[in-house]
């Protein structure tokens, strides 16, 4: 997503070569005519499955989930995040451990609102590690709910996220692939060719 | 707004005389449709006024501020919650007690994101007893930006957030305002007087 790329490279600041803050206009201060757009690029994408359900974690997964929710006409649950060790009776859960910040956690959803029958496209700001969407696709698969695939605004190719993702046959998505980066550069990779696939499919062709 | 105090008379689950959920449709499954719409209702409310941003607290604001951001097409800044009680010098902070979960926590947001020349609208899910929201003032204050109103989705009139802020001068409103309430019963303040009065003035009648 050109535009997408465009504003990672003039408004992103790389604190180092695995850390990249977008806090001016995606996960703190919001453009959202951006990310209506990305919702709209989702669609595009995703469009041709029958997706039910958007599923995303608290809290800056919940304004691409609502953007890709607005497009494809479907409501979205943002999972919880707790310390607490104590898992209740009426959720689905799974730990997460986040390298970031060296902290371990545990994302909920309600059961009465995943369950088979629906089919679910996940929805998150970044792909990295991966540890939160892996905690969100065996969210889903313990529902019983059907995994048609993640979206992910920004992915850090350079880490194992997509390959923990995809080594389950999960299709992942990302708008602006990350190659390398380092204060005062960055490298994107080129994934024009595959989207366009994507909403040729999407588009019957 | 009718639709959405329909919706609390059939969805939302009174646990007891002061606690009321909203999950399956406002803040943890999210009704998209619903949620443009609450967006719409606080332009009709607001549009007058000239908001350049539109402040609210993670995670349960989001999806509202998104939707009121969009409807008034301006950027949203979601205040980030931490336990912590060390203080970053880049930031605005204020204290809160959450009186629902007994827990102090502090709310901050980037000061490269707010400042005088900026006019505030804050959006939350719920106002209760205000402790966020008197917080989010206090941050609005603090970093010179002029608070032009609190709006939020479902206000409980029987708690004190109202005239904590109507006491600073503060314009409050809440798209349905709850009286009373009680396990198998709802009475909701009838606002559309206000609400039609403030939609005149927005259409400059």
New interface residues.
Partial sequence: MKILEERIREEGLILSDTVLKV???LN??????L??QIGQEFKMIFGHLPVT?VLTV??SG??FA??A??AL??????A?KKKAITQSEDVYSAPVHSFTRQEHYRIS??Q??LGPGDKVLIVDDFLATGAALVGLADIVEESGAELLGVGCVIEKSFQEGRSLLEKRGIPVHALARIASMAPGEIHFIDNTADIEEMIKESAGC
Wanted: glycine letters at 4%; charged letters at 25%; proline letters at 3%.
């Fill in positions: 806090d001016s206009f703190h201060q919001v453009d959202t005519e990310a209506l359900k608290e809290a919940i304004q609502m953007a929710g607005i006409k479907v409501p979205f649950i943002y919880k959803i309600s009465k609102y």
